[in-house]
């Protein structure tokens, strides 16, 4: 049974090939030719992995191995950085120091590889994940080195791409991990062609039915998609060809994943989704002055074939993107009737779009305006770790609004030019000026016209601020602040006026604590703040500091109760990762113990008694892909995959995360239906008697409104699964009249 096992020597001979490719890569690149630092690092990690294995059964080396061709054919980094991808793991998962790399391979390299393993390593502490922590290390390591967190992203996304030998429970917690920070980092720092996959991997573990049925409709598709590209290209061809140009023109597919988020986020079939593909310019230029001159030839050599759409116009040379992005777009009618984007750009800009600041290094020529772009968004995230949040999970979002992913630009009445994302407000902009301009900001004008704070922004408004030395920072801007910056800032300051009062409440309770013999732990505090709706202790210590609560003999007996079951010294991290004396099959082992490395089944209705919770942020019903989170409490809280509540969970609690499958039950659950249609007499009784009679569906609530012929039914019904909702939906289309019906989540 292992006769296809390979042997030794060909496995040898497996890990040899698989280096000589990342060897031949690197001596077609044109950095320096470091030849022999490369083989010492290869062979240095090959005897440190030796005898160890992934998970998958092949050789552990393999691993950095894939690692180091990332960093250097697909980033385009240089021989530190393969050097550094080589011994990423030795550190870590062997018995070498820091220093002994040092001695070996020098300091540099011993710098990169010290900043990998510091991400890599972490334990839980009392107030903040892992995940979360790891994070902050990734941030930090990468304002001294940014090679640190490019080596990262080669790491994860070889991670992604073998993540099928991993348990379901792992896969939901690094898909949903990748999706809520790794992908959007890459993106910041213009890494597209990684940031694009890591998206496709993601989603296809996360959603792997919807994935194989986009792939599907996309190969079907495929001979239509071609004849309308040629038939829009060959125009623009032969004028290119005639003024004499070296280019490149291909057709870009959108990713699965921006299919699928397309379909989601308007409501549409995969058959309406029309901007399945952008064309692509590429040309050759050898002087980067004429750039700008040949793309706007270009650009009227396609306008004068095709219409233009007039406020689909991105000019992004002028005024790059923050992560160095530079081309020029516009949008034009194809000869089928739909909008087609193109995209000019130079051999250069290219490289630069998709392999991001490490072609920038390559292109550089002193200190440049994307070198400084750069810097400017790192101390940004300097600034978010030298003014830690209250929880994990306020850390995360607070890094994730940074990595915004469309931008604006605001100009001040001196002609001063902002880079802000898209929906910031004048509070934003007077903050990304200075910090002490935004805490006492009062209103602004934009385009001359007085404004409120909350006020959102658009590209190329003049913003001037004003401000009022009278004017303190209000807990409520943080409603409608959208910069990671301005609300690092405004709670840093909102924090620092509540201390006093935070402080005495903070004795309050823990005098309260100590004489009603209650320990202080996490089980006790999160029963607290759930009585009092409270987000998190601060507040809670602040309310009762400002007399605003009180902490009442009620709460006492309620208490007492899971402090008792809480005092185990493992607590619930030490439940969920079987940690301490019992295990999960033991007859006395702590009811609610889950093994986080199977798939829970959820049961309810038929099935016997209900054992999880719908959470109320998604309410996912059977059918639905879902995932398990185990609460305080040790309950199964069921999410959405795709529930934005869930993306945070599965990056800031991985090891609560549990992979969970709908047991066949015959319960019944509330989804939410929206109908639009044309509205004509008797619509809503055909309505009813389809879904009532025919289907035999249980109607709970209908709002609906006619205005302009035009009508907006919301109908909430109880059913058994997804396939009923499907169908549901499926029917209510064929009623005369009615445009669309979708579930709301």
């Known amino acids: 049974m292992y006769t296809d096992l390979p042997t030794p020597e060909e496995e040898d001979r497996m890990i040899e090939a698989a280096f000589a490719d990342v060897l031949d890569g690197y001596l077609r690149s044109n950095h320096r030719k470091k030849v022999e630092i490369i083989e010492r690092a290869y062979r240095f990690a090959k005897e440190a992995h030796k005898g160890v294995r992934r998970r998958s059964g092949e050789p552990y080396i393999m691993h950095p191995i894939a690692v180091a061709k990332i960093a250097s054919q697909e980033i385009g980094l240089g021989s530190t950085s393969i050097c550094a991808a080589l011994l990423h793991d030795v550190v870590e998962d062997t018995d070498y120091t820091v220093e002994d790399i040092a001695g070996q391979f020098g300091p540099k390299i011993a710098q990169l590889v010290e900043g990998l393993t510091k991400i890599s390593g972490g ?39 073998t993540l099928g030998s991993m348990a379901p429970n792992k896969q939901y917690k690094i898909a949903g991990e990748t999706l809520y920070i790794y992908a959007p980092l890459a993106h910041r720092l213009g890494l597209f062609a990684i940031k694009t996959e890591l998206e496709d991997l993601a989603f296809k573990y996360e959603h792997p039915k919807s994935y194989a049925d986009i792939s599907r409709k996309i190969r079907e598709s495929e001979e239509r998609r071609s004849a309308v590209y040629t038939d829009f290209s060959l125009p623009i061809k032969e004028k290119l060809d005639a003024m004499g140009l070296r280019y490149e023109a ?15 986020s308007k409501h549409l079939p995969f058959e309406e989704v029309y901007d399945l593909y952008a064309v692509r310019i590429v040309f050759d230029c050898d002087d980067i002055s004429q750039e700008k001159g040949i793309c706007w030839s270009i650009y009227a050599a396609i306008t004068d074939l095709y219409r233009l759409h007039p406020d689909r116009t991105r000019d992004w040379i002028v005024t790059p993107k923050a992560n160095g992005y530079q081309a020029l777009h516009l949008t034009v009618m194809g000869p089928d009737g739909n909008w087609i984007e193109v995209q000019i750009r130079s051999r250069r800009m290219d490289e630069i779009a998709e392999k991001g600041f490490a072609a920038h290094w390559k292109y550089k020529i002193g200190e440049g305006e994307e070198e400084s772009e750069l810097d400017a968004w790192l101390k940004t995230i300097k600034d978010i770790l030298d003014n830690p949040e209250p929880s994990a999970i306020d850390f995360l979002d607070t890094v994730k609004l940074n990595l915004f992913s469309s931008e604006i630009v605001v100009f001040t009445p001196k002609g001063e030019l902002l880079t802000l994302p898209s929906g910031a407000t004048v509070l934003d902009a007077a903050f990304a000026l200075h910090s002490e301009i935004g805490m006492h900001c009062i209103a602004g004008k ?37 910069t990671a910056h301005a609300r690092t800032r405004l709670r840093a300051a ?33 029963k607290i703040l759930g009585t009092y709706h409270v987000p998190n202790r601060d507040e809670l210590c602040y309310q009762l500091g400002n ?46 113990t889950v093994n986080t490395k199977e798939t829970y089944v959820l049961r309810s209705g038929d099935s016997g008694p209900e054992n999880y919770l719908t959470a109320p942020c998604c309410s996912p019903i059977p059918g639905d892909d879902a995932l398990g989170y185990i609460t305080e409490s ?62 035999a569906i249980d109607i709970r609530k209908l709002e609906i409104e006619a205005k302009a012929q035009v009508f ?14 499907n169908d549901l939906c499926a029917k209510t289309l064929t009623i005369d009249g009615v445009t669309s019906a979708t579930r709301i989540q």
């Open 446 to 482: 934009v385009n001359h016209k007085l404004m409120p704070l909350s006020a959102k922004l658009n590209s190329g408004d003049q913003v001037e601020i004003l401000t009022s030395q009278s004017q303190q920072p209000q807990a409520e801007w943080a409603g409608f602040l959208v």
């Open 250 to 264: 291909k057709a870009r597919l959108k990713s699965v994943y921006s299919i699928w988020h397309k379909m989601e």
């Open 634 to 695: 040790g309950e199964i809280e069921v999410h959405s995959l795709d529930c934005p509540r869930a993306q945070v969970l599965k990056a800031g609690y991985g090891p609560r995360i549990v992979a969970v499958k709908w047991a066949n039950a015959g319960a019944k659950f509330m989804a939410h239906v929206h109908i639009e249609g044309i509205d004509r007499h008797g619509i809503l009784q055909e309505l009813i008697q389809m879904i009532s009679t025919h289907l």
């Open 712 to 725: 907006n039914c919301d109908l909430w019904v109880r059913v058994v699964s997804l396939d009923v909702l």
């Open 547 to 592: 007399e605003e609560i009180m902490l009442g003999d009620f709460l006492v007996k309620a208490l007492r109760k899971p402090a008792q079951a809480g005092a185990k010294p493992q607590g619930i991290i030490g439940k969920i990762l079987g940690i301490g004396k019992k295990k999960a099959d033991d007859k006395d082992a702590a009811p609610g």
């Open 494 to 526: 909102l924090r620092k006026m509540r201390q006093p009062l935070t402080a005495r409440g903070a004795e309050i309770l823990r005098e309260w604590l100590s004489e009603h013999n209650i320990p202080d732990t996490n089980a006790v505090i999160s």
């Open 123 to 161: 334990i839980f502490g009392d107030k903040a994940s892992a995940q979360a922590e790891n994070f902050r290390k990734l941030l930090l390591t990468m304002s001294e080195d940014i090679r640190v967190v490019l080596i990262k992203m080669a790491d994860r996304l070889h991670n992604m791409r």
